[in-house]
């Protein structure tokens, strides 16, 4: 494996691009997209050369270990494919390494993933890394070896304004102006873990600060029924966005006594209802679990588009599975 000259920004967009979903790539002018996605992958390439972030990120995540472990690695992996391989956290959690292949010359084939998993473990294999993500427009199963993770759902506000025109009456949501109900919200998280013990590791409530700051952008919302506090249900304008102009969803949750009722493809109206364009921001998106099936199945009754996922290609030191 070789190192090509390494890539601007722009490049990695211009790359990224016809990855997109044949959707999504109808919704939004291309060279839109294309400064979206290059604003994206501009740390991608930071992290290539930065010393002063790969010593930060080597202090916090592999103290006493070279700096250069941090720095992303732009790899020749085919004749005709390079892979962006970036050494990630999961959460920002040290005991959760894994290597993400932030970027592709091409879109992802099923004959990459092998010599893409091999590249993470030569260059990132001391640091132990549990798995490699990869992410592709391709539906789940599409890489034999790889487990799923995350999917992308998105769909234009003023389309999925009217897909739910019959939001039950009781079901209501009203901008939040404080985070009274955090801990209930907090109570919610741990119902739904104890229940279903794979959705901690699915999605996690945002921490206090992160809701505050959200708060304060008045993109965090009640969910009331009845006037009853139900739920909490939050935005950003800021996030992975694959180069679309998209509010991200940050959190939906109900509590237990409102779980189950059919509420949630109507928690996407209400939430683009609610939302109001902003920076020009005109789509709503956000990631759940291939594995969450209900989750999935509200957003896709909701109007919402699935415009790919990450997939999981297990490591061991030898790039094996």
């Known amino acids: 494996m070789t190192n090509p000259a390494l890539p601007t920004a722009r490049h990695l967009a211009g790359f990224s691009l016809p990855a997109q979903h044949p959707v999504s790539r109808e919704w939004v002018d291309d060279e839109l ?29 592999a103290p006493g270990r070279p700096i250069e472990l941090m720095f992303n690695q732009w790899v020749r992996i085919a004749a005709d494919q390079q892979v962006m391989l970036s050494m990630r956290y999961e959460g920002g959690d040290p005991a959760k390494p894994f290597v993400d292949a932030s970027a592709l010359s091409r879109p ?54 009217r897909a739910g025109e019959r939001v039950p009456e009781e079901l209501t949501l009203v901008e939040a102006t404080s985070l009274a109900n955090y801990e209930h919200a907090q109570a919610a998280y741990a119902a739904v873990d ?34 009853t506090w139900a739920g909490y249900i939050a935005a950003s304008p800021e996030g992975q966005n694959l180069g679309l102009p998209a509010y991200i969803v940050q959190d939906i949750i109900l509590t237990p006594d409102y779980r189950g009722q059919g509420y949630g493809p109507h928690l996407t109206t209400l939430l683009a209802r609610a939302l109001h364009a902003r920076n020009q921001l005109t789509f709503l998106l956000g990631t759940i ?33």
């Not at 473990?121 to 995350?150: A, M, N, Q, V």
């Not at 999605?203 to 505050?212: F, H, N």
């Not at 790919?308 to 094996?320: A, K, M």
Request: proline share 6%.
């Open 194 to 227: 104890a229940a279903h013990p794979e959705h901690s590791e699915q999605a996690q409530l945002q921490s206090r600060d992160k809701l505050e700051s959200t708060v304060e952008d008045g993109l965090l919302f009640d969910v009331l029924v009845d006037g």
């Open 33 to 61: 997209r294309l400064d979206l996605l290059t604003e994206q992958h501009e740390l991608d390439v930071e992290l290539l050369t930065d010393r002063e972030i790969a010593a930060l990120r080597t202090e916090r995540f």
């Open 108 to 161: 992802l084939q099923p004959g990459d993933v092998r010599p893409a998993a091999s590249a993470a473990s030569e260059y990132f294999g001391s640091l132990d890394p549990k798995y490699l993500r990869l992410w592709s427009s391709k539906p789940i199963g599409s890489f034999p070896g790889c487990l799923p993770d995350k999917r992308f759902l998105a769909g234009p506000l003023d389309v999925l304004r």
């Open 289 to 321: 679990h291939a594995n969450n099936q209900g989750a999935l199945t509200a957003a896709l009754t909701a109007g919402r588009t699935d415009l790919g996922g990450w997939h999981q290609f297990p490591l061991s030191i030898d790039g094996e599975q």
